[in-house]
């Protein structure tokens, strides 16, 4: 018999930076040794842990807690990045996705897919056409990974002062596991939980964001 599964997602809160911090060590170390320099930049990775108090504090970032309240993954939302996406691709019509992290205690359980899947219905929940994300330009396997969820690739973008830049899209409302949806709260219905507080509307703009989404394999 299959057991019940007991994590779910809420948003992340101020006393949570310490897990968001260590889960993100985590994650780049494990990226070492699949052979990519994501996030090896110590200054980015300052830099990456100021901005998600930024998120956390401005409703952009979210957790997904264990059965013991431990952290096991994180999401952000976050505004349109003019180094990549410009008036063009009406970036209004998107919701852009940032910092998708799982732990490697979590492995296996499909949580970056899971995830995923919920900032889709939220997308489509607030009358987007579009989930967006930007990556790592070298990271091949991340690319496939994204590609295998119903990604596609959108261009290519090289900034100098950048080392994101592989930008994809998926249809808003798509979801890849429509019998595994996370649940909002411990007690809420997965297939009703979807709001939780947004991003504030000042938040929408782009200075010092910084990209990254990572590790969900």
Same mark, same amino acid.
Do not use: C
């Given at each position: 018999?299959?057991?019940?599964?007991?994590?779910?997602?809420?948003?992340?809160?101020?006393?949570?930076?310490?897990? &968001?911090?260590? +889960?993100?060590?985590?994650? @780049?170390?494990?990226? #070492?040794?699949? =052979? $990519?320099?994501?996030?090896?930049?110590?200054?980015?990775?300052?830099?990456?842990?100021?901005?998600?108090?930024?998120?956390?504090?401005?409703?952009?970032?979210?957790?997904?807690?264990?059965?013991?309240?431990?952290?096991?993954?994180?999401?952000?939302?976050?505004?349109?990045?003019?180094?990549?996406?410009?008036?063009?691709?009406?970036?209004?019509?998107?919701?852009? &996705?940032?910092? +998708?992290?799982?732990?490697? @205690?979590?492995?296996? #359980?499909?949580? =970056? $897919?899971?995830?995923?899947?919920?900032?889709?219905?939220?997308?489509?929940?607030?009358?987007?056409?579009?989930?967006?994300?930007?990556?790592?330009?070298?990271?091949?396997?991340?690319?496939?990974?994204?590609?295998?969820?119903?990604?596609?690739?959108?261009?290519?973008?090289?900034?100098?002062?950048?080392?994101?830049?592989?930008?994809?899209?998926?249809?808003?409302?798509?979801?890849? +596991?429509?019998?595994?949806?996370?649940?909002?709260?411990?007690?809420?219905?997965?297939?009703?939980?979807?709001?939780?507080?947004?991003?504030?509307?000042?938040?929408?703009?782009?200075?010092?964001?910084?990209?990254?989404?990572?590790?969900?394999?």
């Amino acid at each position: 018999m299959k057991s019940a599964r007991t994590e779910y997602l809420r948003p992340a809160a101020a006393d949570d930076v310490p897990a &968001l911090m260590a +889960l993100r060590a985590e994650a @780049e170390g494990w990226l #070492r040794t699949k =052979g $990519t320099d994501q996030w090896s930049d110590p200054e980015t990775g300052e830099r990456a842990i100021s901005k998600w108090r930024e998120s956390i504090d401005e409703g952009r970032a979210w957790v997904v807690v264990g059965e013991r309240d431990e952290v096991l993954a994180t999401v952000s939302r976050g505004p349109v990045d003019r180094d990549f996406w410009t008036d063009a691709d009406r970036p209004e019509t998107a919701l852009y &996705l940032y910092k +998708l992290i799982v732990a490697r @205690e979590a492995s296996g #359980r499909q949580l =970056g $897919t899971r995830l995923i899947d919920w900032v889709s219905r939220l997308a489509a929940l607030e009358g987007r056409t579009w989930v967006r994300i930007d990556t790592w330009r070298t990271n091949a396997g991340l690319h496939h990974y994204y590609e295998r969820l119903g990604f596609e690739h959108v261009r290519t973008e090289a900034p100098s002062h950048r080392r994101s830049g592989w930008l994809a899209q998926r249809p808003a409302g798509e979801v890849a +596991l429509p019998h595994d949806l996370l649940p909002v709260g411990p007690n809420e219905d997965a297939t009703t939980g979807v709001e939780v507080p947004r991003q504030r509307a000042d938040a929408a703009s782009n200075e010092g964001l910084t990209s990254g989404n990572g590790t969900a394999p």
